[in-house]
């Protein structure tokens, strides 16, 4: 079945610093990825997606590459600001799936000042 | 203006009990989902609803009933709530082509005594 695995956290760093959180997945067919974040105390919001191969999602100086040749679609900001402080989650929607979402368990960051 | 909304926001609530969760989208989105999220973060798919038909039932006791009386509401009964169904439940809905995004409500936090 599908599957996705991204990096354990918590993940701690301090604002300007680079991140990168890793995401892998197994899936059936051609699956669209997505990251989602959920700030403290609220629901999840939509980050950015990608549909296909090669295909790069961005938002709010986020990024992410859909590579279909290592099946990963991590998720990367150059310069990190203490409001991104929140959880991750790396997700896939597949047909072969009738089209669920199938999250990560999530990474949790924290930026410090 | 809201656009996933779910009432109640806490629940607490002694084993045994039957308790209900509304859920509510003003978006006018065809396809609406409940998720469990549990103390770990981790996330995962309920049921989804299309035009208020069952499209998606993954292994979910059968004390757990959604109802969905139109497009724009998607209900979840729990009969003889156990400690393990403490978790936060968070109702979703998306529109049209199935990768598309899909609004999160900002959860309810149940808690079975």
């Known amino acids: 079945g599908d599957s996705v695995t991204q990096m354990e956290g918590p993940v701690t760093l301090s604002e300007e610093a680079f991140l990168t959180i890793n995401c892998t997945y197994t899936?059936?067919?051609?699956?669209?990825l997505f990251w989602y974040v959920q700030y403290p105390g609220e629901g999840l919001q939509l980050l950015l997606k990608a549909t296909k191969a090669d295909d790069k999602g961005s938002n709010k100086g986020f990024e992410a590459t859909y590579r279909k040749e290592t099946t990963s679609f991590h998720l990367e900001k150059g310069s990190v600001q203490v409001s991104d402080s929140a959880v991750y989650f790396c997700a896939l929607m597949s047909g072969g799936s009738n089209y669920k979402l199938t999250f990560g368990k999530g990474t949790l960051l924290t930026v410090n000042p | 203006d809201t656009a996933v909304s779910q009432t109640p926001k806490y629940l607490v609530t002694q084993m045994g009990n039957d308790k209900s969760i509304k859920c509510e989208q003003n978006l006018g989105h065809d396809t609406m989902y409940w998720y469990k999220q549990d103390s770990k973060k981790f996330l995962k798919i309920m049921f989804s609803?299309?035009?208020?038909?069952?499209?998606i039932n993954e292994t979910v006791p059968n004390r757990f009933s959604p109802k969905s009386p139109d497009k724009a509401h998607l209900n979840l009964h729990i009969n003889s709530l156990e400690l393990g169904d403490s978790a936060v439940y968070f109702c979703?809905?998306?529109?049209?082509?199935?990768?598309?995004?899909?609004?999160f409500g900002p959860g309810t936090r149940l808690t079975v005594l």
């Open positions: 979703a809905s998306s529109q049209g082509r199935p990768n598309n995004e899909q609004f």
């Open positions: 609803y299309n035009n208020k038909e069952l499209i």
């Open positions: 899936a059936t067919g051609y699956p669209s």
